[in-house]
């Protein structure tokens, strides 16, 4: 039996709260996992998870085991770490957390360069529009858009999401162009419960600041399906310009009410506190940085 092997796999057992889940994690079958687990188990003489049909959950000796196993493995992927920054290069893999739509237009196509100008590093990128708790989950480094809830973590500026308001050209026909904030109230909007859990709209105008309630039938918290909810034309979105200039560009949307400016939203990597901010980390953040602020898409207003 591997240790480190049957170690990590246990870790991740308990951290996705399923052998199916942290088998395709490890690229390998669940019955295999559960083999592993339980040749753990009989090496260490003591039942470490107690399983029923619908969950998984530790004994106390697995608790324990649990704790000690995690600091082994963050001790181990220092060290990879420590070694790297003796020799001026980061090792290890370093795992990324990023929204969905984000991650897939614009963090991905940015990591064959950054690999290949790496190559003691490997990336696991996990995409999607959930918050995701980097700790828990073990998560170097997380792209964020929007408010911050976690005051623990540190935060790096990596720039301002620029938003507009946009709908089919179809959806206006049919319904009429508003004119006016208020007039948003009216209309459907396709809202996204990420961002906005109040269905409220804030913009600055010449006039001021100004909130709009909004309304619809069709409301998610997927950034992507904000965007094809759109092109469907299902209503009115209040959406990044990088999400959707393609379509605009195209004729497939039209964007509303120029006076209004949408509040921007910040762009940020996170990534939890430690004496010293591991060099995995420190490259990534970096290279970011110098990618978005040579393009032009986190300053663009369509």
Not at 53 to 60: A, V
Not at 231 to 246: Q, R, S, Y
Not at 280 to 296: A, M, P, Q
């Amino acid at each position: 039996m591997d240790r480190f092997v049957s170690f990590s796999l246990f870790a991740r057992v308990v951290e996705t709260g399923s052998f199916s889940a942290a088998a395709r994690e490890s690229g390998i079958s669940q019955p295999t996992a559960s083999k592993q687990i339980v040749e753990l188990e009989r090496h260490l003489g003591a039942r470490l998870l107690q399983r029923t049909t619908r969950k998984l959950s530790l004994t106390e000796a697995g608790s324990e085991f649990y704790e000690r196993t995690k600091r082994l493995l963050a001790d181990l992927a220092e060290a990879e770490a420590s070694v790297g920054r003796l020799h001026g290069s980061p090792v290890g893999t370093l795992r990324i957390g990023a929204p969905a739509a984000f991650g897939r237009l614009y963090i991905m196509p940015l990591l064959p360069e950054f690999l290949q100008a790496n190559p003691g590093l490997s990336v696991d990128l996990s995409i999607n529009d959930r918050f995701v708790d980097l700790v828990e989950e073990r998560v170097d480094v997380a792209i964020r858009i929007g408010r911050l809830s976690d005051m623990n973590l540190i935060v790096r500026h990596l720039g301002v999401s620029q938003r507009v308001l946009a709908a089919t050209p179809a959806y206006l026909s049919a319904r009429g162009e508003p004119n006016f904030a208020e007039e948003l109230s009216e209309h459907e909007c396709i809202v996204y419960r990420y961002l906005n859990s109040a269905a409220e709209w804030h913009f600055t105008s010449p006039g001021g600041p100004k909130s709009v309630r909004v309304q619809g039938r069709f409301s998610t918290n997927s950034s992507e399906a904000v965007r094809a909810a759109l092109l469907e034309g299902l209503g009115i979105g209040l959406v990044p310009t990088w999400l959707i200039a393609d379509a605009v560009q195209g004729g497939q949307l039209q964007t509303i009410l120029p006076e209004l400016s949408p509040i921007p939203l910040d762009v940020s990597a996170l990534y939890p506190p430690t004496i010293t901010v591991s060099s995995k980390v420190r490259t990534f953040i970096d290279f970011i940085r110098r990618r978005f602020r040579s393009s032009e898409l986190l300053t663009s207003k369509l």
